[in-house]
């Protein structure tokens, strides 16, 4: 009988404990699920969104933060996550079997290649209904879209300037740190960003995929394309406060306001000289180095810049396109016919 009794008690031990565990096991979950719960609450009042785990909210913060830790060695750029990283690694192993006919250039994916054609037929499907503006590719709109909700969600830490992608804001912290993380393998020289690069590398290339449909001229950039095709309109839309003068970019208008504050912000590493915009200085860093990547395609002679290449071959040509108001003579450049016009003012002081 005491062995029976044992034996009920025993039973009746074991399934308290099982209760008892089966307890302590559901509060734990209902712990689990209340601390998730309560994290993902957290983190939708900072940030708007909800996670299912910690990787995807760390990664996300990392977004936000800007924080890139992982990096690609081949190429330089930097990545969020190690899935990502490892997902742009096997873009530099994949075969580029899809060749534009029009200029021969080879890509990975037909979208690609399908994009690139659009840069030489200038097709752009892509419309913005707010502004009329066209674009070559759906991720373009949705960029450009930004401009026009005016949001600018991110913020650099260094100087509290906001952007209206994370992209942007990325490229603009490298004028913080110095970073160029993209480099040219021809001649070395590093950039801020690929784009930056992919345009440099047209200059060793000769690639011109840019054309004006107005001339038939070809261009580098679609930037340079944009800046010509003022000049058949004839609009100058920029004006000097101090002179009067005009000019068709933004750019060529803070150029030259620097040369009446006498601003030089821009300094040669090497000899201490400086210059009032980044073209000079690297027009000049090139008489330290040598470097002439400007090459004559007549008679094989190089420059140091594209001016001096394009005063060159107006010899071959026999182009004067610069002339001179008072007498009707023509000039190669533009330094001669202001060195002409000065005769004219030497005979006008000596006549009176």
Known sequence: MEDGNLSDTSNTDVSDNLDSVKQISSAEESLSHGKKMLERNIKSEIYGESFVNSSNLNRHVRLHSGKKTFHCEICG??????????????????????????????FTRNYQLVYHIRT????????????????????????????????????CEICGKFFLDYSQLVVHKRTH????????????KAFLNNFRLVAHKR???????????????????????????????????????????????????????RKHVGEKTFHCEICGKSFFD???????????????????????????????LNTHKRRHTGEKPYHCDICGKS??????????KRTHTVKTLNNE
Do not use: W
């Open 278 to 308: 980044n073209c000079g200085l690297i027009a000049h860093i090139r008489s330290h180095t040598g470097e002439k990547p400007y090459r004559c395609e007549m008679c094989e002679k190089s420059f140091v810049c594209k001016g001096d």
């Open 120 to 155: 030489h037929t200038g097709e752009k499907p892509f419309h913005c209904e707010i502004c009329d503006k066209y674009f070559f590719t759906n991720c373009s709109l949705i960029k450009h879209k930004k401009i026009h909700s005016g949001k600018k969600e991110f913020k």
């Open 203 to 257: 200059v060793h290339t000769g690639e011109k995929p840019f054309f004006c449909d107005l001339c038939g001229k070809s261009f580098f950039s679609n930037t340079n394309l944009k800046r010509h095709k003022l000049q058949h309109i004839g609009k100058k839309e920029f004006h000097c406060e101090f002179c009067g003068k005009s000019y068709f970019s933004n750019s060529e208008l803070k150029r030259h306001r």
């Open 77 to 106: 750029k930097t990545f969020v996550d190690n899935s990502s990283l490892n997902a742009h690694k096997q873009t530099h192993n994949r075969k580029k079997n899809f060749h534009c006919k029009i200029c021969g250039k080879p």
């Open 177 to 188: 740190t110095g970073e160029k993380p993209f480099h040219c393998e021809i001649c070395g």
């Open 331 to 340: 000039f190669f450049c533009k330094s001669s016919l202001t060195k002409h």
